[in-house]
């Protein structure tokens, strides 16, 4: 039997503390920590149950922009009307994401914390991952890589990380807030996730006993002109093939400001910084223009044997979500 | 009322619902323990060692079985069932074979020991990819009584008659069943006798698979089941799980109780597999076929000889002078394949009704009055005339029903907004599978009914149309009538599959509903009202009984005079964004020729769930194999992908009324299969019309229709 301990704590300073033991695990809305569990990818001995922590399941505005509670639930984040109105890509990513019962317990410091649905990694077996056990090889690399990566991968691990809210927060500079034994700290969205490299098995930036407290989205003229645009071929109930999040500051129909990332691309939500810099002055409407200034970023692409096709799709989702961001009011 | 024709909502419903209704699984069972299976981690290799150390030692272990402590099982002769048997030598043949079975005092602990089982391997070399080496296969076995290969006339003279040809090569990927509930088997002995509760699709092909491997007389064992999670072919004939719990339990003295785990549903009960058809059709330039050709390479096992009949029913499609189909198995280190809804033609009318898409392109013919150009009331695999084919007004009705007259024929011609708008349909066909059945009906002094058949109810909605029948025979409201059913102490019936349980056993318990009605007229009931003052005339509490029915035994003409299938014709609409190109089925309209329908409000559920596992066939569902590690990927609902509601559009389904006297006296058919059929051409052959891109491959993916950016 895989026996741990459960512990509900009360405060933050409680949560570090217990979450320095080793194999330690903070569970909130469980739907990612008991699938892995489930099948074998996680066995943790201590489970810290952080869903009493006051105050960490709000979402509010203040200067800096819009504050969502690293607690705050999926589907409160979704509904909320200064989110839709501020940061509609936000809203648009969460309700593409999973299925409405998920939402209402899953919570937006759990959805950074999902790991790869990379197939190797997720099977009912140990099979040659090397996230899942160091060593055991990448059985993605010359098997089924459709769904991997194509920016970013190593030989070690070409794994695509599943959440989309993540690129839409990525897309619009929003910061993680982190506390923990060392105090407190904020890492970008984009930075957040950790390439593989030469060691896939850690997947964010958050060391043992931290916390994400809180997700903080400055405001901008980009965020209300935002768009998330997923590509999957069930309707429904599915991660992205690829995904787009944009956010466009317009002047006339010229791009005077323009954030794009990429889902279902990468390790982490994939920023076209290139091509942000190079669509500055491009009409919106000039798709030969705007496809030159996205070969920046896409002509650094390393698609494997069978997603290369992502490159064109992923093209046309950024294109296709620019004009729905532009055709915003 | 509630008699033959009536819309009655299922009776079952509110039991299910509600969760009153009793799965397998659920049985009660005192002292019961638990047995899981641990799957082989290879797809070819020998077993050479297996480390029980830390397994035994684990809480609640009870005892393990391997092949060296397991006994040797008899062979088994039941049809399509696996002839491997488990645990049997330290041969390996594909990943999930059982290598192992641990039984504890609790499911968590056996779960838990099971991991614990260390088996090490010399590994073999291994063939898992179906799409390399094709020339490395073998004429097919005859299954199912039906040869691999059949023809008729001059194919290479029809071809050189043509005007024009058509060949081309269409792909079918590997499918899973993935019925909501996993297979599921408790074994009980006692007193010498063995008794079984099994998930099965056929309590008597159960019964006799556990007589036959476990050597002993059929009549000790009894095998029953009240409901079943869904089946679609997965639990049919006889799997290696369904005899471990027995096996087990004798050599324990204990129940046993074994659910497969979901990924294990994905290598121990089959598969639909992939298939490689080459079609090749000659016509002349008015549309008439000359020629047809359907040449089919089929996945297939070392484990077992189950054969995709992809082209069995292509040549009764169209009036073609001349026709060949032919069946290669190409055999692979998997387990072996089943069938699964909708086999044979649901996997062929792919590659058929593509490729007929593609001829009336050619002849620039529109797609439907190509179909009724080559149209036949003659089956030209026998020269016999169809039992009753109604075919013409299927495709009527539904070109109506869907409006398939504003279809401009150009393809990409037709838009909405940013949507590509694609119209497609396909013709479908289907033989009727007929089994002989018996059924018992029995009546009470309260008047109420009681139906005994051992049919098994799948969630067809076999526990509402099954009285209604007798219902009807008896012109008793149907909610008097109760129905016993999936028991081997039950009248003898076939097992649930190939859309036959209506016509077969429907027929065997109208029979003995109408035996039942004339005993009570002989003893003096004026009608349903005199039924109490008969028995009590008789001196009796209840009165029954016994009726049959096997096919051959029309009147006046017996099995040989007609050839007896069902048809429809199916209409697709598909919107595809013109920059992101990933199909949405917009509406689908089914319009079938399937006999006599008895409850056309479950008929036309069970049309509706066939015509969205069409949708997932088109569009989804592919097992994909890791021919490296030689394993299926993603066994889990979350990796292989079924249609969600947001996949289905619109569904249209209807039946022309039509009364088939040579498939039962029922006037019915059978519709199981029927609606799964045709609908992933119909979609195809949609996206070839909204793209211009010719996809000969299922699932569409995106990457198929990129390439036009």
Known sequence: ???????????????????????????????????????????PQRIIDINNLAGLDRIEVDDHGLRIGALARMSDVAASAHVQSAYPAIAQALLASASPQIRNMATMGGNMMQRTRCRYFRADVDLPCNKR????????IAGDDRAAAIFGGSNQCIATHPSDVAVALAALDATVQIDGPGGKRSVPVADFHRLPGDSPTQDTELERGEIITAIVVPPSAAARRS??????????????????????????????????ALGGVAARPWRLKASEMALRGTLLSDETALRGALDKDFDRAQPGRHNAFKIELAKRAVIRALRMAGERA | MSGIGQSVARLDGPAKVSGRARYTADTPMADVTYAVIVPATR??????????????????????????????????????????????????????QPVALVVAATLEQATHAATLVSVTYHDAPFDTDFGADLDRIEVAPAFFGIPPDNAKGDVAAGWVAADVTLEATYVTSDRHHNAMEPGAVVAVWRDGALDVYDATQGVFDARTCLAQALRIDPDIIRVSNSFIGGGFGGKGWGWPYQILPAMAARALGRPVKLVLTRAQTYTSHGYQAATR????????????????????????????????????????????????????????????????????????????????????????????????????????????????????????????????????????????????????????????????????????????????????????????????????????PVDRVHLVLGDTTLPVAPFTGASSATMSVGSAVQDAAASLRRKLA???????????????????????????????????????????????????????????????????VGVYSAGRIINPRTARSQMTGGIIWGI??????????????????????????????????????????????????????????????????????????ATGIRVREVPIRPEHLLSAA
């Not at chain 1, 194999?23 to 066995?43: R, Y």
């Not at chain 2, 684990?58 to 005892?63: E, M, Q, T």
């Open chain 2, 43 to 96: 797809p070819h290799a020998h077993i050479t060692g297996i480390d029980l150390a830390a397994a035994r030692a684990a809480p609640g272990v009870i005892d393990i079985f391997t092949h060296h402590n397991t006994p040797t099982f008899g062979p088994i002769d039941v049809p399509l069932s696996q002839p491997v048997m488990p645990l049997q030598d330290d041969r390996v043949l594909y990943e999930g």
């Open chain 2, 522 to 588: 002989a003893a003096g009931a004026n009608g349903p009202q005199g039924y109490p003052g008969a028995l009590a005339a008789l001196g009796v509490d209840s009165l029954s009984a016994d009726g049959a029915w096997a096919p051959g035994g029309e009147p006046g003409d017996g099995e040989a005079s007609a050839a007896i299938f069902s048809f429809g014709a199916v209409f697709a609409e598909v919107r595809i964004d013109v920059d992101i190109p990933i199909p949405r089925v917009k509406r689908v």
């Open chain 2, 616 to 689: 997932g066939q088109a569009l989804l569902e592919r097992s994909d194999m890791d021919t490296r590690l030689g394993r299926f990927l993603s066994k889990n609902l979350a990796g292989y992908l079924v249609p969600v509601n947001a996949d289905v559009g619109e569904i249209d389904a209807s039946f022309v009324e039509e009364f088939d006297p040579h498939a039962s006296p029922l006037g019915a058919r059978g519709i199981g299969e029927l609606g799964a059929l045709g609908v992933a051409p119909a979609i195809a052959n949609a996206v070839f019309h």
């Open chain 1, 133 to 140: 056990r160091p060593g055991s090889g990448c059985a993605a």
């Open chain 1, 1 to 43: 039997m895989q026996a741990f301990t459960y512990a509900r704590v009360g405060t933050l300073a409680e949560a570090i503390a217990a979450l320095q033991q080793p194999h330690a695990q903070a569970v909130a809305g469980g739907t990612e920590l008991l699938n892995w569990m489930k099948e074998g990818i996680a066995a």
């Open chain 2, 277 to 476: 058809q080459t079609v090749a059709l000659g016509a002349r330039r008015d549309g008439t076929l000359t020629s047809l050709r359907h040449d089919s390479v089929v996945a297939g096992s070392f484990a077992g000889d189950h054969v995709e009949g992809a082209g069995w029913d292509t040549p009764a499609l169209y009036a073609s002078p001349a026709f060949s189909t032919t069946h290669r198995l190409r055999r692979l280190h998997r387990g072996n394949p089943a069938a699964m809804r909708a086999p044979f033609g649901g996997v062929g009318l792919v590659g058929v009704e593509i490729a007929m898409d593609e001829l009336a392109t050619a002849l620039d013919m529109d797609p439907l009055a190509l179909r009724l150009k080559n149209h036949t009331d003659i089956n030209p695999i026998d020269g016999k005339p169809f039992s009753s084919k109604k075919l013409r007004e299927c495709y009527a009705i539904g070109a109506d029903r869907f409006g398939w007259s504003r279809r401009t024929a150009a393809p990409r011609s037709m838009r909405d907004g940013r949507d590509l708008v694609g119209y497609g349909m396909a013709s479908l066909v289907l033989r009727a599978f007929r089994f002989a059945a018996n059924a018992r009906v029995t009546i009470d002094r309260a008047g109420q009914v009681r139906i005994e058949t051992s049919t098994q109810d799948v969630g067809q909605g076999l526990s509402t149309v099954i009285p209604q029948i007798a219902a009807d025979a008896l012109g008793l």
């Open chain 1, 227 to 260: 768009h998330y645009l997923k590509v999957r071929e069930r309707a429904s109930y599915e991660f992205a093939l690829v995904s787009a999040a944009v956010g466009v500051d317009l002047d006339g129909s010229r791009i005077r400001a323009v954030h794009i």
